[in-house]
């Protein structure tokens, strides 16, 4: 048998051979850290071709491909070779398949030719997906050098969504070994960088989609969440995306780590350079009625009431927000928090209240959410790594230059000491502890109707995704941020603000630190290093609230936007 090295290098070399030989540009040296003008500048792409990729807004290019101003071969063309860019400059994408996609872009317009109207409403729009959704006839590696040559005989139940809708899936993009890093590097791909300075990273575990949108080389991914690996990434790269609530969306036939762990269930969601392309996928995906498809997918249609804020007075109701300036956990950095003091600002200006959020039993349900995670104390990842003899990979530390602030051994341990197997009722009484703890964050929401002023409780908390923007390799140990909404189940976006700014956001004096994480992450801030990079905030809804999220969620741009007009 070839030894796993070997079935890597194999592997990635396959890669390398599917893309066309005229695709091929220069890449600068690593010290290029930033290389987002490259794609307008490698001289690869047309105007035309530019003009296409560098259209933000995802319903203005379903409206030119609904009317053949521009075709689904052209638009898809040109977006896979951006990709091909972005991949050369990051390493972002796992599978390339050029004629499978361009086969069915001519598909998709022949049918429009001969019909005289549309698929469905994401007609002749190419989109990318992270490594778990499996296209049939393809492989499926996930990061494992064990899952080489392992081929999907069928297409996971979103793929067959997103062909009904008429999309043209055609790249699928990297993810870290086992998916459960804030990062992005396994064994196979290798590791995807930052495009706005590659000495950092994108985040994960979909920071291969996250790499990729920001280079504009795909107009919308789809990624997965299960503790911040849509949001992440999204704060990393600038980007726009919705955590929904377990089973919103259809997850069927889509592979993952640790299958049968069914508390803290992993969802999947978009992943854009624009809050109208995260409607757009969410709402085409509900109203293609999943729960047909998928037994676990809730029965539950677009209201349209609720994306009219019906449940928060209306559209035209003054909103109250409350703003989570820091979770108790770890500090976040001074750019994080010039961004919310923005945000803050910006909704006051429009008419809308906002208050300080009160902290809840927050390490306890980090916790209880950490321990159900481990419960299995690794068996699960340690199983598929044997399918090919690589070992688990313990650091996202590079091998060299490695930032001297990075965190193997983050805040879990210090907090759940020692890992061990648990046994299945210590695991039933985690679980019972969880609903608990969400009964008891639902209460205390609820009884901030005394606080608002709207005679509601408070509509939506605004607070950072990640305490910091994006970090070095091996620096991204915290996701509790994040991962927060995961366990209680809480819907969530994350939309841009602003960028790190080195005059602006100096560093502030130390705090007491609450742990040795919160020591190396206020360590870490050097504004010099971090100037440029994107800085995004989350927006957490209810459970189930997609509708009402996005909805709020544009709120809160408008605003941003507003005052940045004034």
Known sequence: MSSWRDLCAARKQRQLDAIPKQWIIHVPPDEQRNVLDIPRNCGLLTPRELEITETDNVQTL??????????????????????????????????????RALKRAQEVDDYLKIHGKVIGPLHGLPISLKDQFCLQGMETIMGYAGWIGRIAESDSVLVEILYECGAVPFVRTNVPQTLQWGETYNH??????????????PGGSSGGEGALVAMRGSPLGVGTDIGGSLRIPSTFCGLYTLRPSYERLPYCNAVNSQEGQESISSVLGP????LEGVKAFTKAVIDARPWRKDPLCVRKEWNER?????????????LCFAVMWDNGVIKPHPPLKRALEMTKKALEAAGHRVIDWENHRNIEIYKI??????ADDGTDYLADCALSGEPLIQTMSPDTDAHEYALDQPLARSILGERRHLSAYELWQLHREKRALRKSHLDHWEATVSRTGTGRPVDAIISPAVAYAACPHGCNSDDFYTSFCNYLDYTASVFPVTHVDKALDRPMPPHEFRNHEDEAVYKLYDPELFHGLPVGLQLIGRTLEEEGVIAMTEVVVEALKAATQT
């Not at 379903?62 to 050369?88: D, G, N, P």
């Not at 196979?188 to 990273?201: I, K, L, W």
């Not at 609720?306 to 003054?318: F, M, P, S, T």
């Not at 959410?369 to 481990?374: A, E, K, L, R």
Request: proline share 1%.
């Open 188 to 201: 196979v791909f290798g590791r995807t960088t930052n495009p706005y300075n590659r000495y950092m990273t």
């Open 306 to 318: 609720e994306y009219q804020l019906g449940d928060h007075g209306g559209r035209d109701a003054k």
């Open 62 to 99: 379903l409206h030119r491909l609904r009317t053949a101003e521009w075709s689904s071969v052209e638009v898809t063309t040109a977006f896979y070779k951006r990709a091909i860019i972005a991949h050369q400059l990051t390493n972002c994408l796992t599978e390339i398949f050029v004629e």
């Open 369 to 374: 959410g950490v321990s159900i995670f481990n």
């Open 271 to 274: 992943m854009t350079n624009s």
